[in-house]
């Protein structure tokens, strides 16, 4: 099977959409489909797909959207894809429409629940609560692939590894994931709180391929009276999750991953859609919330902080509430799940709306 995947990257949105599609795309070829990338060509995309070695071309990152209406069905006939999996969340799906049908399948990954038409047939989301957003009867074609357990991670992480973490008495080793964009600065933040926080601290603190605050970080790094490591963009995170004793994360695609990893972590919303799923994660025990960037800025203490690297009883109970809550297996459900629809092809027929109108959300 041949699957075409189309998503982006840049500093308004994240990379959590790009990532999380090279994620799935890497279980796809493991499981002997072949894959192929169409993505704006924003400097983030670049960098990321560079660096994952999968197939891939780019459209200019200001092409108009009509462009890409003729674009992406072109590509997709030239590569004979079989699938199509979009997950653009700068704009609602159904703004997609006009385009026509550009394969035997088409899949949305929903993360925002911006998809309001009934053309997908197969539907993901991952977010908390996916399962009330869609009235299924308004979708009588589509198969859906909802709810927190089923998110797109990593293939390389590695569950039996990440359930043999220790526990010190006092964590030294300190992870700053703030995700692909972080465009607060979040992290050059973080290195700054941390310098109120006794030591000693080992600090490595990783800026995402759109990250555009490099040198502000590498100054704050500078007068931290700990050890602080910045680091690059990384093509994964598990080793650093496992390396470290407690993180901070933001609330996209990285705070699943250090939940499922079973890593003790601090998450800060750095977009407002974020936010459930910080809050999902702290309601089950699992992460620490602590806010928006302006939430934390006003009430996050050094002394809270120290209390928590302090208590490893509190961060194995944060570790062990994530590993049962996030059990991986999303990436091999939905790659099947694709498989399954395409082998009941040929071709699917453009679905009528559905009854009562456009898809809304449920009551």
């Known amino acids: 099977m041949r699957i075409a995947f189309r998503a982006d990257a840049f500093i308004a949105i994240g990379t959590g959409d790009l990532l999380s599609c090279v994620a799935l795309a890497r279980t796809a070829v493991a499981l002997s489909h072949e894959v192929h990338f169409l993505t704006r060509s924003h400097e983030a995309a670049r960098r990321i797909l560079a660096s994952s070695g999968l197939p891939h071309e780019f459209l200019p990152e200001d092409a108009p959207l009509d462009r890409e209406f003729t674009w992406i069905p072109a590509r997709c006939r030239a590569w004979r894809a079989d699938a199509l999996v979009m997950e653009i969340t700068e704009r609602l799906h159904d703004t997609y429409d006009p385009m026509p049908r550009c394969a035997p399948v088409m899949a949305a990954i929903d993360i925002m629940r911006v998809t309001t038409t009934p053309r997908f047939d197969l539907l993901v989301n991952w977010e908390p609560h996916a399962g009330r957003l869609y009235d299924p009867a308004r979708y009588p074609r589509t198969r859906f692939i909802l709810d927190p ?34 465009p607060m600065n979040t992290t050059g933040r973080l290195v700054e709180f941390l310098s109120a926080v006794p030591g000693p601290l080992q600090v490595r603190a990783v800026a995402g391929f759109a990250n555009p605050n490099l040198e502000a970080i590498r100054r704050a790094a500078g007068g931290s009276p700990h050890r602080v490591e910045v680091l690059p963009s990384q093509p994964g995170l598990f080793d650093l999750m496992t390396w470290c004793d ?85 990436n091999r459900r939905i790659v099947e799940a694709i498989e399954t629809l395409w082998r009941a092809g040929p071709g699917l027929s453009e679905p009528p709306a559905p009854a009562g109108g456009r898809g809304e959300e449920q009551a």
């Open 149 to 182: 357990p089923n998110v797109i991670l990593p293939p390389a992480m590695d569950f039996d590894l990440a359930a043999r973490r220790a526990f010190p008495a006092r964590a030294e080793r300190v992870l700053i994931a703030m995700g692909g964009g972080d």
């Open 246 to 330: 407690l993180a901070f994360g933001a609330g996209g695609l990285t705070s699943s991953e250090l939940v499922a990893s079973g890593t003790p972590a601090v998450l800060i919303s750095n977009y407002f859609h974020q936010e459930p799923r910080c809050r999902y994660f702290a309601e089950h025990g699992a992460a620490v919330y602590w806010g928006s960037d302006e939430q934390w800025r006003a009430n996050a203490r050094p002394e809270d902080l120290a209390a928590l690297l302090g208590d490893p009883v509190r961060r194995r109970s944060l570790a062990e509430a994530g590993r049962r809550l996030l059990g991986g297996g999303g």
